[in-house]
């Protein structure tokens, strides 16, 4: 029984296997945001509509599309460290030493450090999405615009409780790697 209880991480495979699958999915809407900025600096002149109809400038249209590019690279950083460090966590090791490509984050993986780097990857993508928000925020107010006061203020509301969860993961991590090194050090002695 427990010989089964144990292959049962196999079943998380899969899983893995999709994460790699919305990877490429986000490689392809990589390159696709890509080719609009291209096109957006070399083809498309000094202003765009907006949102609202209203001119946007290329500055501001360029801007936009390289945070979106960014976005795009920091959810695939948090795909790998999930697909990577979950793997090597939950199923089975990769047997990696020695290799040159080895991350060095990987050496040290555990669930509570995983916990704490996709924390603050999730920080990253929020203050992302925030900062493209303020960037385009200047139709608040008129007719027909995107955004409402309402939803900028939850919008910072929710990227101000993501920070104050990750200080908890993290504060809650170092209290239990400081027992866990305190218990280590009574038994040694």
Not at 89 to 114: C, I, K, M, Y
């Amino acid at each position: 029984m427990s010989a089964l209880i144990f292959s049962s991480r196999w079943l998380q495979l899969p899983l893995y296997l999709g994460l790699i699958v919305a990877q490429a999915i986000y490689v392809w809407q990589f390159g696709l945001e890509l080719v609009h900025l291209v096109d957006q600096v070399f083809f498309d002149g000094h202003s765009q509509p907006g949102a609202t109809g209203a001119e946007q400038t290329a500055e501001v249209a360029i801007m936009l599309i390289v945070l979106g590019l960014i976005d795009v690279v920091m959810i695939s950083n948090l795909l790998v460290m999930v697909i990577v460090g979950g793997y090597e966590t939950f199923v089975s090791r990769l047997n990696l030493q020695g290799h040159p490509d080895q991350p060095e984050w990987l050496s040290h993986v555990n669930a509570s450090v995983l916990k704490v780097k996709l924390a603050m990857a999730i920080i990253g993508i929020s203050s992302i999405h925030l900062l493209k928000t303020f960037i385009e925020i200047g139709t608040l107010g008129t007719p027909g615009s995107r955004f409402t006061e309402a939803g900028v203020m939850w919008q910072t509301i929710i990227h101000c409780v993501f920070i104050l969860s990750a200080i908890g993961i993290a504060w809650t991590d170092k209290l239990m790697t400081g027992t866990s090194s305190k218990r280590e050090q009574i038994a040694a002695h």
